[in-house]
Structure formats: structure tokens, C-alpha cells
């Protein structure tokens, strides 16, 4: 098997993908939006807690590929207990990664575990999975009450 | 040569591997392509025919008075003439060129069907169409006040045919139905399906799109209402599609668009439109591509339809009985009549990693829900990945394919 390919499913992300974290409505929530990849049919639901500006708790329910179910799974893990304002340059920062040309050095060193994801930039028909779950949060944060797409 | 004889049928071997480089993207580049379904590859004598058209015969048809003209129309006309003779049409005035099989069926429901379906009217489709044989229905319906009622299918992915007849009723005015279904491959019982219509005055459109590289199509015998292709399809280059009707019916219909090529006359008081396909076929249509598409034609006719039939039923049989033996493998679709489409899903890999990962491997296949979200419903999965043969594809594609699975499953394991 090729090195991109296991670059792209790595342990931590085949994990993630089979034991999602947080894959369950919270106790508490105030902010909920829906990600849809009408590509692949893959539908995401991000509900977030948002207290003081704080993401004080966070979770996701729906069907996806690995690649975003993983995504999802971790981005639930990092996102939890930061600022709005934090979360939101933390997704920019993981779009860039992901979307970075592979020649090049893929930066992302403050983004933590979630470099795991740095494959995918190497399959860019994948990077609407990897983003799906943040575009839904970012949806939520401004919980506009539409639904996010990858279009 | 003439049409006729350039369109009948020929009785010689048919070998996969030698057809295979007649197409130049399958050449020394590895790929191995299950994604016919979606669009089939173009071999080189389509690809020439585009070039020649442009190089050599090139000019706007049904209106120079000056040679080049003229013989541009006449190859556009010959071509009409091939469609003609290769789906069984009575007469070459029956052959509507459109952009493709959804145009074809839009053309229909904003023409015939805005002219006989009024309010509580029924339009009836069938479980397993794809979205375009949906959705222009379900919109004339709205604008109607009609009802779309929907033929359900087994657990196999076969139409039930029984239900099928007790949803038709007086009140059904339009059936349409998928030929052969592009997510599952099954075959539709079409000329049953429309002797059943008719006992009921309702008009018969079928959505060839996928049966019309794969299968040996007579709209006579079938006696459907209207036909639907599309060029690219079968080997044909994109942007040209056919939409067959009965004579008199097309000359019952109004005008699909308004443009210069489908008038008689026009005044600003009131303009008078042209006979029959010119009517449907306002301004400058694709030339160019119909002039593959015309090359297309005579090439699946020089390997000889059913030639193209036996080997793709050959593959689909060897194509099952291996993925069957696959661990893990559901086979979507399972109908007693199938052509050549193996949709599957592997247990605990979401078809769109299976995908990528396969397309890692070389191998293209589709992934997704096929634009038939309804039939995803049905089997209650939010996607398949789609294998689907065409002429071109040989065993060792197949083997391939089953040792890229092992690879995913080693993956996700």
C-alpha cells in the first residue's frame, strides 16, 4: 500500500472513525447546524453549547465517510471549552492545512493532534470531508438556522 | 456505403482486449475504468469525426445556400437517419436532437405534459428513477395540481409489477420509467410496462439513458410513446441527446423553445412554427457533436450490439460471483434481469473512502448516491459505490477490482 494512502487513514483517524468521540447530542444546547455533502450524501449535525462566548460543550450525530466522521470526532475533542474566536481561527487554520499545496510545508504546528489531517491535502477531492463538520460549526456558532454545505 | 447496410448487423467475434485500444485514454496509462454508467470513454473514430467536422465540413445547417452549407446539413441529417435506423424509429422526423437524456424528458413534461395533465391528473414513475426522471415530473405535478405516484420495487431492486398495474389508473396520464435503473442495473420490464399503460390511454416515455450502449433497443417493438438518450453514453462525445417520439404525437405538441431553425414564419403579431423535429430544435444545435455522436453509433454497430450484450452479461455473471466471495460485500441491486452496473457497499468503510482508495489503486468506480436518492432510501444506506461496465472492460478490470477491495479491507481492518 502506498504512503499517501496510509498518510491519509492514519491510526488515530481509523480510530476516530470507528469510536467517534462526543457522537451524541449534549446534555445542553443552545447552537445546532446541519453539514451536507451533496456529493456523497454524507450529513452531519454539530450542537454546540455556547456560554459567555465559551464552547462549553460540544457534540455531533449523523452518517460520513472516515475522513469526516474523524474530522468531526476530533474537532469535538479540540474545539471544547475555547472561545468562539479561538474556534473560528482554529478552523482557518485547519482549512489552510488541508487545502495547503503538498509541495509545500503544510504549517498547522499549533494545530495539535488535528495534523493528522494533513494527508488529505494530498486528495483534494477529500477536503470537503474533512471540513464538513467545521463548516457546520462555524454555522452554528452563528447559528443562522441554514444548513451548511461543502458547495 | 449506405446507412442500412453500414447498420447491419455483423456476426464476427467480439474481443474486449482489442476494443479496449480503440480507446486512446485506456492506453498505456492504467487506468481501468468502471464508471461507464456515469459517461462512457470516447474511442478514436469518434474523437476524429469531431475533428473532421471542424477541419472539413463546417458550417451552420438549414441555412446557407452555398455548398460547405449544404453538405453540413446533410451530414447532420444522416445522422438523424443513423439514430433513425439504430433505435427502430418508423420515421428520421421522429428523432428530436436535444442536449441529453434530461433535456429530452424536460421537453416532454413542459410540452405534452402542460398540454394533457390538468388537476388531479397522475403522473406514475417508479421506485428506482433517477432524479431526472423525478423531478421535471414532480414540477409539472406542482404547476398542475396533479399527483406523482411512484411504483415501488422489491428488496431485490425489481419493479413489482403487480403494484405497478393497480397504480394505474384513467386519471394516469404520463408513465415514465427507467429503462435499465443506473444505480441498480435492473432491467425494466418496458414493454409490458407500456402494453399496461396503454390499456390505460396513458403515454409511455422510458429514460434509455443507461440501456442504450448495453442493450439492443426497438422503440416499433416496444411500442413506447417517446425514447430518451444520451450521446455520451455510448461512446458519444457530451452535449447531444436524443428524444425519440411517435410522429403524431410530436405534431400534437407545441413548442418546446422559442428561436430562430423551429419557425415557419414570424410577424410580430403572431409567428407559425416549423414541421416536425424542427420544432423542437430552436437555434444552432450541437454540430459538431452530433457528428460523433453519428460516429459512435456506427461504431457500437460495427461491433455488433449483441455481440456487446453477451460479453458485458459474461463479465456481469464473473463480476458478481467473485465480489460475492469479498467479505464484507453487500451487493445493492439484485434483480433477476440485470445489465452491467454492481452497486455494493463494504461493511464498516463508507463507499466514499472505498473510493478513494480504489482510485489510489488505478481503478475508477463511482461513489455516491447516484443521483437516485430515492433508491439509497430504500435499501437504507446513504451511498453505494457503483462498478458499471461497458464493452471495453475485461476480466482482469474485475480482478483488479477485487484485489483493490482486499486492500481497503486490510485498511480498515
Known sequence: ????????????????????????????????????????????TVYLDVEDGVVKD????????????ASASLMTQT???????????????????VTADPQSDPGGKDLGKLTVFSGVREFPMRVKCATLAWHAMSEALHDTGETATTE | MSTAER?????????????????PILQNTGLIFLDSAASAQKPQCVIDAIANCYSRDYANIHRGVYELSARATANFEAVRETTQLFIGAAEAREIVFVRNTTEAINLVAATYGRQNVGPGDEVLVTEMEHHSNIVPWQMLCEEKGAVLRVAPMDDRGALILDEFEKLLCPRT????????????????PVEEITRLAHAQGAVVVIDGAQAIPHHRVDVASLDCDFYALSSH?????????????KAALLESMPPYQGGGSMIETVRFEKSTYAEIPQRFEAGTPDIGGVAGFGAALDY???????????????????????????????LIGTAPQKAAVISFSLEGVHPHDVGSILDHEGIAVR?????????????????????????????????????????VRELFK
Open chain 1, 1 to 44: 500500500m502506498s504512503s499517501d494512502l496510509r498518510e491519509l487513514y492514519q491510526s488515530v483517524i481509523l480510530d476516530h472513525n470507528k469510536h467517534p468521540r462526543n457522537f451524541c447530542k449534549p446534555k445542553c444546547s443552545n447552537r445546532t447546524a446541519e453539514g451536507v455533502n451533496p456529493l456523497c450524501g454524507d450529513q452531519l
Open chain 1, 58 to 69: 460540544v457534540g455531533f450525530s449523523g452518517t460520513g465517510c472516515a475522513i469526516s466522521t
Open chain 1, 79 to 97: 474545539i471544547k471549552g475555547m472561545k468562539i474566536e479561538e474556534a473560528e481561527r482554529l478552523f482557518k487554520g485547519f482549512r489552510e492545512m
Open chain 2, 7 to 23: 447498420l447491419a448487423p455483423r456476426d464476427e467475434a467480439f474481443d474486449p482486449a482489442r476494443a479496449k485500444q480503440d480507446f
Open chain 2, 173 to 188: 396520464k404520463i408513465v415514465a420509467v427507467a429503462h435499465i435503473s443506473n444505480a441498480l442495473g435492473t432491467v425494466n
Open chain 2, 233 to 245: 453514453k455510448v461512446f458519444g462525445p457530451t452535449g447531444v441527446g436524443v428524444l425519440y417520439g
Open chain 2, 300 to 330: 457500437v454497430t460495427g461491433l455488433g450490439l449483441d455481440a456487446i450484450e453477451r460479453h458485458e452479461r459474461e463479465l456481469l455473471a464473473y463480476a458478481t460471483d467473485v465480489l460475492a466471495k469479498v467479505p464484507g460485500l453487500r
Open chain 2, 367 to 407: 461513489t455516491g448516491h447516484h443521483c437516485a436518492q430515492p433508491v439509497m432510501e430504500h435499501f437504507g444506506v446513504p451511498a453505494t459505490v457503483r462498478a458499471s461496465l461497458a464493452l471495453y472492460n475485461t476480466r482482469e478490470d474485475i480482478d483488479a477490482l477485487v484485489r483493490a477491495l482486499q486492500t
